[in-house]
């Protein structure tokens, strides 16, 4: 195509005959395979604003990209123009208000090292490249999310450029409809964040960072885990957020592993973690670290990229027994070509559940937990089997949960609006139609200006 066809782009431009397009248009999920028109790295403001004006111009759909995590790769596509703003990662601090300012291209990873240099945690993710606007967007959940609540409620103010390529700011006083939806109406909506501040929460010198480890385990055993941390997290110390995954793994078989980060000494945790050590195999550690050290630590257990199947669903109510082995049982085969299959337990509850379910556009919060479900594997051959192996097994998890994660999203869910944001989607819809009335932001599952009203009697507000 001819360069002249680009002119009005500013920033680094890459097109199909660009040297470097093909890992360019690459998502972290490297089963994403889709080839865009162009893709613009913004370095600031003003290119951001021009990609805008540009696509609309051209009559080009567009796509918004920080990290590049999304599961579905809903932040690339065939023949669009990808907004990407990785390059826009400046972070700045006034410490005087404990005020953390951060662009939308800044990953978990930039953002711990800069904070914990300065004495702070921060409630940010657990994958060290994935940008803290698109966690944020989404809600956020993370390993302090229990203590701190979720990225979303530390969020005092975003800064966005709309569908004119105008920039709006929004905080709890100015544009509050549309600050409300950003907290928990998912990335790629409404418009591309630029910048975001967070209130950060009070320094800490160290944290313990828990392991248990639970390796040959059969199919009760998994079950009796699932068990035991259903009933943990109806009273658990809010200090402690725990991720868990029950596994069957290539080289070491079925096990089970769950970490986490407690805000105590690691005396206190293994008190608080005694009811997990009812399971004979269980190998407990503890390391009491710096924040940074304990969250590197975890960050250094993701790949680079991966091939995968992922989702996640929120958890509303105990399950029996029967139920319990039923999950367990989920991963007993894997599909052809599998390296690892697990079911992925997230807590949620503590400072999370405190807010209402109107506060923010995040709607799930009195959950118990995000339950996840996946399949990774290396050969492109067998992408096939393994998103028909989660496809399967999706099913029995979707009847007997309420609501999916937006972070995690799913191409096959039926009614995927009122799946992410429950009640809130009429809200969202609302919002959506007066800052992107065109659309323009539209991407596969997003928000769109559709015509429903909010149901009778439900109470509502854009509270901060």
Request: with cysteine; charged share 20%.
């Amino acid at each position: 195509m001819d360069k002249t066809y680009f002119r009005g782009l500013t920033g680094d431009i890459v097109t199909p005959e660009s040297p470097e397009y093909d890992s360019a248009r690459q998502e972290w999920n490297r089963a994403i395979n889709k080839f865009p028109l162009v893709i613009v790295y913004c370095n600031n403001r003003y290119d951001v604003q021009n990609a805008i004006r540009w696509a609309e111009h051209r009559n080009v759909q567009v796509r918004i990209r920080s990290g590049g995590h999304n599961y579905e790769g809903y932040s690339v596509g065939d023949g669009v123009l990808v907004i990407d703003i990785s390059r826009m990662n400046r972070i700045f601090l006034d410490a005087s208000r404990n005020l953390l300012s951060v662009e939308g291209g800044a990953t978990n990873e930039q953002i711990y090292d800069y904070v914990s240099s300065k004495g702070y945690p921060f409630p940010g993710g657990t994958c060290p490249t994935v940008a803290v606007s698109g966690l944020a967007l989404g809600g956020g959940w993370g390993l302090s999310c229990r203590n701190f609540g979720l990225a979303c409620d530390s969020l005092t103010q975003i800064e966005m450029i709309d569908y004119r390529g105008h920039l709006l700011i929004a905080n709890c006083y100015c544009n509050s409809d549309l600050f409300w939806a950003c907290r928990g109406g998912g990335g790629g909506n409404f418009g591309v964040i630029v910048s975001m501040t967070f209130s950060l929460p009070p320094k800490v010198y160290k944290v313990t960072l828990a392991e248990i480890y639970y390796p040959d385990t059969d199919t009760c055993e998994q079950a009796e885990f699932i068990k035991i941390w259903q009933k943990f997290f109806e009273y658990a110390d809010r200090r402690i957020t725990l991720i868990a995954s029950i596994y069957n793994d290539e080289s070491d078989g079925r096990a089970v592993y769950c970490r986490g980060i407690f805000y105590g000494t690691p005396d206190e945790a293994a008190k608080i973690l005694k009811p997990f050590g009812a399971i004979k195999s269980a190998q407990f550690d503890y390391h009491y670290l710096t924040f940074l050290q304990a969250i590197t630590r975890i960050g250094e257990s993701y790949p680079d990229s991966q091939k995968f199947k992922s989702t996640g669903r929120f958890v509303q109510r105990k399950y029996r027994d029967e139920e319990l082995v039923n999950i367990a049982t989920l991963v007993d085969n894997r599909p052809e070509g599998s390296v690892y299959t697990a079911i992925t337990l997230y807590a949620l509850g503590g400072k999370v559940a405190e807010r209402s379910r109107s506060d923010t556009a995040f709607y799930y919060r009195s959950s118990r937990y995000i339950m996840g479900i996946q399949s990774v594997w290396v050969a492109s051959q067998f992408a096939r089997q393994n998103v028909a192996w989660v496809n399967e097994r999706f099913q029995y998890l979707k009847s007997i949960t309420k609501g999916s994660y937006v972070n995690f999203p799913y191409s096959k869910l039926r009614n995927y609006l009122e799946e992410y944001y429950g009640d809130n989607v009429y809200y969202l819809e609302l919002v959506n139609r007066k800052y992107d009335p065109y659309n323009f932001f539209k991407f596969p599952q997003s928000l769109y200006s559709g015509e429903r009203m909010p149901s009778d009697g439900y109470l509502y507000s854009y509270s901060g």
